[in-house]
């Protein structure tokens, strides 16, 4: 595993938006089929969304060819409800860049048949060849997309029952009142998240110290479900001083050894592929190998 760590939730974003921007036109150099891209939602991946759209905006990066699938979405919310996570991806990101919007996938917390919903959306991200890269936040109790603690660490795309502790957090959207809240959503599952090629989850904020720690430092848990990241061929993790600052330092600078010797590696034998060839994607973001010798 990576272990990222910047000053900032700007640095943050940033790091995390030339990451997946350089996937992207990795991808591209060297294949035809769309570039599938899980997105979440919340105030986390706020800068990173900024960033990919400032890259879009300079002419470095297009989302012509790019495929999403989100996280989740609240059940009963229609899409046009301000805080529906469908609104929420268009304000942030989709209506600011060239993607097409058939590419773009979000639960549907109004079908009929939600059960239906959630096999017809599996469905869809096998079709669509599988996720790419999976980009994540976590709650503060550990949470990965709607995955409260006790989720199954083998689940799928279903209806979930939201914690008491995550109907809190989000009652902020909500004019601090968790009645308004609703009580269930349809989420991604553990093992959807797992199944992408490549895992990014970020962490910011204080508040994220303790689920940051558990993910890195114990074991894989299904009370700390953001933690399936360690049974990851290729995870990993940006987060910022804050949510570090729980990390053994050993641990901290073992992290940071990694990102210097990655970085000193890379240098040494041109694995930073260079901007991009392919289509949509003209760029000079900094180009990352997915997986590296030193990961
Ligand atoms: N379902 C979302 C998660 O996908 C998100 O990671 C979490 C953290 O949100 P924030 O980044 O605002 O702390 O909030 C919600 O519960």
């Given at each position: 595993?990576?272990?990222?760590?910047?000053?900032?939730?700007?640095?943050?974003?940033?790091?995390?938006?030339?990451?997946?921007?350089?996937?992207?036109?990795?991808?591209?150099?060297?294949?035809?089929?769309?570039?599938?891209?899980?997105?979440?939602?919340?105030?986390?991946?706020?800068?990173?969304?900024?960033?990919?759209?400032?890259?879009?905006?300079?002419?470095?990066?297009?989302?012509?060819?790019?495929?999403?699938?989100?996280?989740?979405?609240?059940?009963?919310?229609?899409?046009?409800?301000?805080?529906?996570?469908?609104?929420?991806?268009?304000?942030?990101?989709?209506?600011?860049?060239?993607?097409?919007?058939?590419?773009?996938?979000?639960?549907?917390?109004?079908?009929?048949?939600?059960?239906?919903?959630c096999e017809a959306?599996?469905?869809?991200?096998?079709?669509?060849?599988?996720?790419?890269?999976?980009?994540?936040?976590?709650?503060?109790?550990?949470?990965?997309?709607?995955?409260?603690?006790?989720?199954?660490?083998?689940?799928?795309?279903?209806?979930?029952?939201?914690?008491?502790?995550?109907?809190?957090?989000?009652s902020r959207f909500?004019?601090?009142?968790?009645?308004?809240?609703?009580?269930?959503?349809?989420?991604?599952?553990?093992?959807?998240?797992?199944?992408?090629?490549?895992?990014?989850?970020?962490?910011?904020?204080?508040?994220?110290?303790?689920?940051?720690?558990?993910?890195?430092?114990?074991?894989?848990?299904?009370?700390?479900?953001?933690?399936?990241?360690?049974?990851?061929?290729?995870?990993?993790?940006?987060?910022?001083?804050?949510?570090?600052?729980?990390?053994?330092?050993?641990?901290?600078?073992?992290?940071?050894?990694?990102?210097?010797?990655?970085?000193?590696?890379?240098?040494?034998?041109?694995?930073?592929?260079?901007?991009?060839?392919?289509?949509?994607?003209?760029?000079?973001?900094?180009?990352?190998?997915?997986?590296?010798?030193?990961?």
């Open positions: 595993m990576r272990c990222i760590i910047r000053d900032t939730p700007d640095a943050v974003g940033r790091y995390s938006g030339d990451y997946v921007a350089a996937r992207i036109q990795a991808h591209f150099a060297s294949s035809d089929r769309r570039f599938v891209l899980g997105c979440p939602t919340g105030s986390t991946p706020l800068a990173t969304y900024r960033r990919l759209v400032q890259l879009y905006d300079e002419g470095r990066l297009s989302f012509r060819n790019v495929v999403t699938f989100n996280m989740d979405e609240y059940v009963g919310l229609p899409r046009d409800h301000p805080q529906s996570y469908h609104s929420f991806m268009w304000r942030h990101f989709f209506s600011h860049i060239d993607i097409q919007p058939c590419n773009v996938h979000i639960l549907d917390g109004t079908a009929p048949d939600l059960v239906a919903e959306y599996e469905r869809a991200i096998a079709e669509a060849g599988g996720i790419d890269l999976f980009l994540a936040g976590a709650g503060s109790d550990g949470h990965v997309a709607f995955n409260e603690p006790g989720s199954s660490l083998a689940s799928r795309t279903r209806i979930k029952t939201l914690a008491r502790d995550t109907i809190a957090a989000n909500f004019d601090d009142d968790p009645a308004q809240v609703p009580r269930m959503a349809l989420t991604v599952g553990v093992q959807t998240v797992l199944d992408a090629r490549e895992v990014v989850v970020l962490v910011v904020g204080q508040h994220k110290a303790e689920a940051l720690r558990r993910c890195i430092e114990d074991g894989v848990s299904h009370m700390n479900t953001v933690s399936c990241v360690q049974l990851h061929p290729n995870p990993m993790v940006v987060s910022d001083e804050d949510a570090a600052s729980e990390l053994r330092v050993r641990t901290y600078r073992y992290f940071k050894d990694i990102e210097r010797a990655q970085n000193e590696v890379e240098e040494m034998y041109g694995l930073q592929a260079r901007a991009g060839a392919g289509k949509g994607a003209s760029a000079a973001v900094l180009p990352r190998s997915g997986s590296g010798p030193l990961i």
